[in-house]
């Protein structure tokens, strides 16, 4: 036993919050598919979204040529048919840098809200290549050309977490606004009106793990509250957070933690006061990361995650208690050919089934395609 489990072992009969307690429900995989249309390119890090009206919208990090590389642009696709079919690609956001990790939630007004960040963290490796003369020269004129459409200092101004708006359901969009903070998978709507966004300032204040707040339907952020950093830990190894509201007005919220205890593994913090105060972060006896969170219609909740050792691909968990506890792992996918995959989020359908999507490199491929899983609780 390890972490959380290993303290309800000494507890005896007491549970710990977020500790792995219930069997694996009983589920099936009805199909699995790659869903992207674009073989050149590198998907990453999607996140999946059904709307009220049943329509379905992915976003992730398109048009690049690696898991690092200065091409990245925020596209979508949607569906009318609950997976069978995707439309083409379409590119939301193109910058002067690359724009990474893509969320998308709807709002309780019907607003669609898009979030990624921009990054330099390809640069290490172009200055090297340039000085180390290791790449071909058309792939070498070709990063320079895009890396030089700004200056040193413009480029560092480019550096920020963005968001992106629509009112009419995609058709159009607002330009990209700051959000005080990042995570992969976005923010989530509230029941009392209020978007949460819970994540991390990346480029701006002091690089604090937190949750910030809207009251305006995404329009304009404002700082809520600090999520505690756990005795012996660092704020600077918590990333990847993502949220949901219980049915009895918890909020749970899951990071990805880097930190030596409980290293690779999920850790949970609650909320019981609207997200003004949190309790301290806690492991919950699962490695993997990150966790995308979903309340079913029937009041559980689901975690889904990517699990970067083998079995290589990716799992889910239920709570049947808020969040107290979790089930152990139902494995969607566990065929990958390497590290370089998850970032899974699920949704579900209106017959009751999910979907579950994720991007990853396959064997005898380069470049990591879109992958959709459907399948059922039993």
């Known amino acids: 036993m390890r972490g959380s489990l290993a303290v309800a072992a000494a507890l005896g009969s007491a549970t710990v919050p977020g500790s792995v307690k219930a069997a694996a429900p009983r589920f099936k995989v009805l199909d699995t598919k790659i869903i992207s249309q674009q073989p050149p390119y590198y998907h990453g890090w999607p996140t999946l979204a059904r709307r009220r009206n049943g329509e379905l919208w992915l976003v992730w990090s398109g048009g690049r040529e690696a898991h690092v590389c200065p091409f990245g642009q925020v596209c979508a696709m949607t569906s009318l048919d609950n997976g069978a079919t995707w439309t083409w690609p379409r590119v939301l956001l193109d910058g002067a840098l690359d724009d990474r990790d893509a969320g998308v939630t709807e709002t309780a007004q019907g607003s669609l809200l898009v979030t990624t960040f921009t990054s330099l963290a390809y640069v290490a490796g172009f200055e090297q290549a340039e000085k180390g003369g290791s790449w071909p020269a058309e792939k070498l004129a070709?990063?320079?050309?895009?890396?030089?459409?700004?200056?040193?200092?413009?480029?560092?101004?480019?550096?920020?977490?963005?968001?992106?708006?629509?009112?009419?359901?995609?058709?159009?969009?607002?330009?990209?606004?700051?959000?005080?903070?990042?995570?992969?998978?976005?923010?989530?709507?509230?029941?009392?009106?209020?978007?949460?966004?819970?994540?991390?300032?990346?480029?701006?204040?002091?690089?604090r793990v937190g949750v910030c707040v809207s009251g305006d339907d995404g329009q304009t952020w404002k700082w809520l509250a600090e999520i505690p950093i756990r005795k012996g830990d660092s704020a600077e190894e918590y990333h990847e957070l993502h949220a949901v509201e219980c049915t009895n007005g918890t909020v749970v919220v899951h990071i990805r933690n880097e930190n030596k205890a409980n290293f690779g593994e999920t850790l949970q913090t609650e909320s019981t006061d609207g997200g003004m105060t949190w309790s301290e972060p806690h492991s919950i006896g699962?490695?993997?990361?990150?966790?995308?969170?979903?309340?079913?219609?029937?009041?559980?909740?689901?975690?889904?995650?990517?699990?970067?050792?083998?079995?290589?691909?990716?799992?889910?968990?239920?709570?049947?208690?808020?969040?107290?506890?979790?089930?152990?792992?139902?494995?969607?996918?566990?065929?990958?050919?390497?590290?370089?995959?998850?970032?899974?989020?699920?949704?579900?359908?209106?017959?009751?089934?999910?979907?579950?999507?994720?991007?990853?490199?396959?064997?005898?491929?380069?470049?990591?395609?879109?992958?959709?899983?459907?399948?059922?609780?039993?």
């Open 142 to 207: 070709r990063w320079r050309a895009i890396h030089h459409r700004l200056g040193a200092e413009a480029r560092e101004r480019e550096l920020g977490q963005w968001m992106l708006r629509s009112t009419d359901g995609g058709v159009t969009w607002s330009a990209r606004y700051d959000c005080t903070v990042n995570s992969p998978h976005g923010p989530i709507q509230l029941r009392d009106g209020r978007v949460l966004y819970p994540g991390k300032e990346l480029w701006t204040g002091g690089r």
């Open 286 to 378: 699962v490695w993997g990361l990150p966790s995308h969170l979903l309340r079913l219609r029937d009041g559980r909740l689901l975690m889904s995650y990517g699990h970067r050792r083998p079995p290589l691909g990716n799992q889910a968990r239920l709570s049947e208690d808020n969040g107290k506890t979790w089930s152990e792992a139902m494995i969607l996918s566990g065929d990958g050919a390497s590290g370089d995959l998850g970032y899974p989020s699920s949704a579900q359908l209106s017959d009751g089934s999910l979907m579950t999507i994720w991007y990853e490199v396959i064997r005898g491929q380069s470049q990591a395609v879109l992958r959709q899983a459907r399948w059922t609780l039993e």
